[in-house]
């Protein structure tokens, strides 16, 4: 069985020690991603949906297949709409990545 101090130490000197390295304490995702992340959940919800409702009595005269058809096309904007937000962001991302290697490499 193994020991779980190292030898030659007391119990009160392991505990009062500081653990070994710094704890990272920063959220894995920043919050600007998680409410971007947020708004299109919602907007993928709350969009196909009004817009059946809203083209299905008023543009379609009752005709639900094309109010269907809207709602699907709207479900797919919205889709593409995030992929392409999260394209520019990983554009962006990656610029500022390079911007900072090369100012290192400037020094």
């Known amino acids: ?19 070994p390295g710094t704890s990272d304490v920063t959220p ?3 919050a600007d991603v998680i409410y971007k992340l947020l708004g299109f959940t919602a907007a993928m919800v709350a969009a196909p949906i009004g817009m059946y409702f809203l083209t299905v009595n008023t543009i379609f005269s009752g005709s639900s297949t094309l ?7 709207t479900a797919n904007v919205v889709l593409f709409a995030y992929i392409y937000v999260a394209w520019k962001e ?3 991302d990656r610029q500022t990545d390079k911007s900072k290697s090369n100012s290192k490499k400037a020094q």
Request: aromatic share 4%; glycine share 6%; proline share 9%.
């Open 90 to 92: 990983d554009q962006e």
């Open 28 to 30: 894995a995702v920043p």
């Open 1 to 19: 069985m193994s020991a779980r101090r190292p030898h030659g130490q007391s119990y009160a000197d392991v505990a009062k020690a500081p653990a």
């Open 67 to 73: 109010a269907g058809i809207t709602a699907a096309v």
